[in-house]
Nanobody
Framework: VQLQASGGGLVQAGGSLRLSCASSRRTSSNNGMGWFRQAPGKEREFVAAISWRGDSSNYADAVKGRFTISRDNARGTVHLQMNGLEPEDTAVYFC?????????????????WGQGTLVTVSS
């Protein structure tokens, strides 16, 4: 499985970005998908996850109410809509495919990772 993340960039505080993750597998995939991020000098942290069917999602407290994860299994894509961005959201964002169908929040729940896309939020 190959994952390709895109959509990062430079945005002012309060702005929005939409990240996308394309998987080399489409409808044959029955795995949860997630987004993680890593800021400079910090450990990778969970951001959001969605179950295989898209009927369950999970968010880190820091992004609840601002970020929305969605998926299109027919296209093999996962999106992260990020609104109300803050400088603290600056990080490299990684998409990942889960080992199971649920929306896991631990990095151990995931076995395939994309290369990351940089999000920079200026104040």
């Amino acid at each position: 499985v190959q994952l390709q993340a895109s959509g990062g960039g430079l945005v002012q505080a309060g702005g929005s970005l939409r990240l996308s993750c394309a998987s080399s597998r489409r409808t044959s995939s029955n795995n949860g998908m997630g987004w993680f991020r890593q800021a400079p000098g910090k450990e990778r942290e969970f951001v959001a996850a969605i179950s295989w069917r898209g009927d369950s999602s999970n968010y880190a407290d820091a992004v609840k109410g601002r970020f929305t994860i969605s998926r299109d299994n027919a296209r093999g894509t996962v999106h992260l809509q990020m609104n109300g961005l803050e400088p603290e959201d600056t990080a490299v964002y990684f998409c990942a495919q889960g080992r199971l169908a649920r929306a896991g929040s631990s990095a151990r729940d995931y076995n395939y990772w994309g290369q990351g896309t940089l999000v920079t939020v200026s104040s």
